[in-house]
């Protein structure tokens, strides 16, 4: 395992550039993005506040959608603050790790792949749910999912990088 002094960590995730080194910022913040839309949610399935504005598209209800049977139904909680919990893990694989990870530290990127694409099948789920339980959607949740298939996307690359090293296959000098 290799373990990078934390002043050159800072200086590689603050000031490096590599095209998988901007994937994973550009995951960080997308991943952020569902961290912000939970965050929103959970004031109003709290009663913090008491209206979510939606884009002015028939198909989004978010009041109707996170107040019903449907947004309280799993571990007697509203399910908002889990949106919180899982943009924060994926954030967290993702600024993890130097520039060159994927050579040094294969299993992050390898794992960054592994949670965005859970990330992408349980907000695809739970749209689907939301759909036929409300025939409406979550804007905000809808926005994640969004956020949840580019970041998916985004981190194959460094993925691929990670299974050659772990599985003995060098990129060809």
């Given at each position: 395992m290799s373990t990078l002094a934390p002043a050159e960590l800072s200086r590689q995730l603050r000031l490096g550039h590599s095209p998988d080194l901007n994937r994973r910022r550009w995951i960080i913040g997308l991943s952020l993005v569902t961290v912000a839309a939970g965050q929103i949610v959970t004031l109003y399935q709290t009663g913090v506040i008491s209206h979510l504005p939606d884009p002015p598209l028939?198909?989004?209800?978010?009041?109707?959608?996170?107040?019903?049977?449907?947004?309280?139904?799993?571990?007697?909680?509203?399910?908002?603050?889990?949106?919180?919990?899982?943009?924060?893990?994926?954030?967290?694989?993702?600024?993890?790790?130097?520039?060159?990870?994927?050579?040094?530290?294969?299993?992050?990127?390898?794992?960054?792949?592994?949670?965005?694409?859970?990330?992408?099948?349980?907000?695809?789920?739970?749209?689907r749910e939301e759909w036929q339980e409300n025939k409406k959607l979550c804007f905000y949740c809808q926005a994640s999912t969004v956020a949840a298939t580019a970041a998916a996307v985004l981190a194959v690359p460094e993925a691929i990088k990670a299974f050659k090293t772990l599985f003995g296959k060098k990129k060809a000098a």
């Open positions: 028939a198909v989004f209800d978010s009041d109707k959608v996170d107040a019903s049977d449907y947004g309280y139904k799993r571990l007697q909680m509203p399910d908002a603050p889990a949106m919180i919990v899982t943009g924060g893990i994926t954030t967290i694989l993702a600024s993890a790790g130097g520039q060159e990870r994927a050579t040094t530290l294969p299993w992050l990127p390898v794992a960054l792949l592994g949670k965005t694409l859970i990330d992408l099948v349980t907000n695809v789920q739970l749209g």
